[in-house]
């Protein structure tokens, strides 16, 4: 099941003009998360976790991916704008 929903978003993306390598690294980061997880939702997780695993160093590059996946449905974010709680994401299917 979790191969699948990998492989959907990958074909999808690949055809998806907005969706370049930066966002295919921190949907497979965040994708990644959410299989440890045993495929349960929300996923928490911390910018820093994503950037790291995501091989992104720019933070502006964190959010332009999360704000794009965010509104082409790939996924369904919810950051947290205090420094204590980690941020939340749906993994949709697109």
């Not at 990958?10 to 299989?35: M, N, Q």
Request: glycine share 4%; aromatic share 12%; charged share 25%.
């Amino acid at each position: 099941m979790y191969l699948e929903k990998l492989i959907r978003f990958l074909k999808t993306a690949e055809s998806d003009p907005r969706i370049g390598t930066a966002h295919i690294a921190v949907y497979t980061s965040l994708f990644e998360l959410w299989c440890e997880q045993d495929g349960k939702d929300p996923v928490s997780f911390t910018k820093e976790a994503v950037m790291k695993a995501a091989k992104i160093q720019s933070r502006a590059t964190y959010y332009g991916c999360m704000r794009v996946l965010n509104q082409c449905g790939y996924i369904k974010y919810f950051p947290s704008h205090c420094s204590v709680l980690e941020n939340l994401v749906f993994m949709e299917e697109k």
